[in-house]
């Protein structure tokens, strides 16, 4: 079993995203997978129950009221979607668990501002494990000057950018009915997909 967990203190970053379609990721692939909820509002758990049953499967559980966590072994790949205002011990918790980190940021003013020293705890806490924390640029077009900051921003921690998600509707129908960009009909969503793939080859590295 190989852990992730999808952190980062601000609502509305695109944790939830990137849980879910990174769980579709999976289950598409043939991999046993299963979501661990750890957010009190349950927006990846009430994904998974919208989810069509002919879909590849996915498991999922919330953990979010759990002082100890135990993830489960037989999984191939267990993602771990935060709450937002994660920090102090649980999030330490929570880091011990996993294999990797994936920080969604949008590259807002604002958002990076509120980033700032969640990216700098993290560092704290992985010293000595810096490879396995990556950042997903999230709803941005990596030729725009928002990209361009979000990347000067970046430098200060030295964390790479994995992959550019961009704005598209299509994260946000999908998620309607319990899919993702990986499930069928995959014409549709071939653009996106080929977006996650440097992100996927570093989970896998
Ligand atoms: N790349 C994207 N393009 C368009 N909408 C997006 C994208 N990523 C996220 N969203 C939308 O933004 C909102 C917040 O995203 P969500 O994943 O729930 O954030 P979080 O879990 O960090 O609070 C959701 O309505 C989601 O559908
Ligand atoms: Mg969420």
Request: proline fraction near 7%; hydrophobic fraction near 45%.
């Amino acid at each position: 079993m190989r852990a992730v967990l999808i952190a980062n203190p601000k609502g509305g970053a695109g944790k939830t995203t990137l849980a879910t379609n990174l769980t579709g990721h999976f289950a598409n692939a043939g991999k046993a997978v299963t979501l661990c909820d750890l957010d009190r509002q349950q927006s990846s758990l009430r994904w998974m129950a919208f989810r069509d049953p002919a879909m590849p499967p996915v498991t999922g559980y919330f953990a979010g009221n759990q002082m100890l966590i135990n993830l489960p072994k037989e999984p191939d790949w267990v993602v771990m979607d935060a709450p937002a205002g994660l920090q102090g011990y649980k999030l330490s918790d929570y880091l011990r668990l996993v294999d990797k980190v994936v920080i969604p940021v949008v590259p807002s003013v604002f958002d990076m501002a509120a980033t700032e020293d969640f990216l700098a705890a993290i560092r704290q806490e992985m010293r000595g494990r810096r490879h396995a924390i990556g950042i997903v640029a999230m709803r941005v077009d990596p030729r725009t000057r928002a990209a361009s900051m979000l990347e000067e921003f970046l430098k200060h921690f030295d964390i790479p950018i994995l992959s550019y998600i961009r704005n598209t509707q299509n994260y946000v129908n999908v998620a309607a009915s319990g899919l993702t960009v990986f499930d069928p009909p995959r014409a549709k969503f071939r653009r996106d997909v080929e977006q996650w793939q440097p992100l996927l080859q570093w989970l896998e590295e």
